[in-house]
């Protein structure tokens, strides 16, 4: 029913800077949530930046000040701006959504695939 597609990642050297997106396509009423979330080499997945409610966002405190969460409610993506990248910023990110998909207040919650980025120092 629902699709996230995220694209943007690659390898970078620390202290440069990357853009992610996130698309969600097919029976989109509304997004209700949207956020980025990460998963390093050994490690859980964990919460980067996401819009909570009335569009006010939240950071992890690693990420405060270098990146920035975006969106483009027309097309219903979402962006993340990773700038001041460093080495431990290595991971596979995610998007993640609640998306409204009916009228009657149904919804969907997933993932999309992830996308690589690596930073090298």
């Known amino acids: 029913q629902v699709q996230l597609v995220e694209s943007g990642g690659g390898l970078v050297q620390a202290g440069g800077s990357l853009r992610l997106s996130c698309t969600a396509s097919g029976r989109v009423f509304s997004i209700n949530e949207m956020g980025w979330y990460r998963q390093a080499p050994g490690k859980q997945r964990e919460l980067v930046t996401m819009f909570v409610s009335r569009g006010s966002t939240m950071y992890a405190d690693s990420v405060k000040g270098r990146f920035t969460i975006s969106r483009d409610n027309a097309k219903n993506t979402m962006y993340l701006q990773m700038n001041s990248l460093k080495p431990e910023d290595t991971a596979v990110y995610y998007c993640?959504?609640?998306?409204?998909?009916?009228?009657?207040?149904?919804?969907?919650?997933?993932w999309g695939q992830g996308t690589q980025v690596t930073v090298s120092s």
């Open positions: 993640n959504a609640l998306i409204g998909i009916g009228d009657d207040g149904s919804t969907w919650h997933g």
